[in-house]
């Protein structure tokens, strides 16, 4: 069983900035790839960026230049630097993740935290 808790959420201003953080435990070969996503109310859920297990990232075009994805393997985490938010990054964001367990590779997901930018 593998478990993603995400932590670092919480209410910010506009311009303000807030770093995610998603850790991976449990029982597992390797993380693969790893990514946050973000559902605003009524929305879909969209991919804000990914992270391979070898540093490659991509980023949504709306977080360009203000969002830094990064993981740290050793510790099993993947982090998210939003900087000069804005009141559309409001939203439940996830961790997710791709992970080797015995038997395959599975997708993961964290339970969510909220992030609220205020005008």
């Known amino acids: 069983q593998v478990q993603l808790v995400e932590s670092g959420g919480g209410l910010v201003q506009a311009g303000g900035s807030l770093r995610l953080s998603c850790a991976a435990s449990g029982t597992f070969f390797r993380i693969n790839g790893m990514g946050w996503y973000r559902q605003a109310p009524g929305k879909q859920r969209e991919t804000v960026a990914s992270?391979?297990?070898?540093?490659?990232?991509n980023y949504a075009d709306s977080v360009k230049g203000r969002f830094t994805i990064s993981r740290d393997n050793a510790k099993n985490t993947v982090y998210l630097q939003m900087n000069s938010l804005k009141p559309e990054d409001t939203a439940v964001y996830y961790c997710?993740?791709?992970?080797?367990?015995?038997?395959?590779?599975?997708?993961?997901w964290g339970q969510g935290t909220h992030v609220t930018v205020s005008s």
């Open positions: 997710g993740a791709d992970v080797t367990v015995r038997g395959g590779t599975l997708e993961y």
């Open positions: 992270i391979t297990s070898y540093g490659n990232t």
